[in-house]
């Protein structure tokens, strides 16, 4: 796997490994001179942020299962006052 202990991110593996091949430390691939959708996902906000101002069209925000995880911790959080 190619991510560190404690860590599913692989952006945060990337930014230690190759930060160059990171948006924004390099114009977005040739798919986008093509008509291709060119995107990302991540959990990090500012890193999706950047790659939708280099021209990114497609973003997904973490995972259907972090998503789901946090608003759980919320409402458990508002539950127990």
């Known amino acids: 796997m190619f991510t560190t202990p404690g860590t599913s991110s692989f952006s945060e593996f990337l930014s230690l490994a190759a930060p160059e091949l990171l948006p ?43 998503v789901l995880l946090s608003g759980y911790k919320e409402g458990i959080a508002r539950l127990k006052g």
């Open 24 to 66: 924004g430390r390099r114009p977005l691939p040739p798919g986008t001179n093509a008509g291709i959708a060119v995107g990302l996902q991540s959990k990090d906000m500012a890193l999706l942020t950047q790659a939708r101002d280099m021209g990114a069209r497609f973003i997904i925000y973490s995972s259907d299962y972090s």
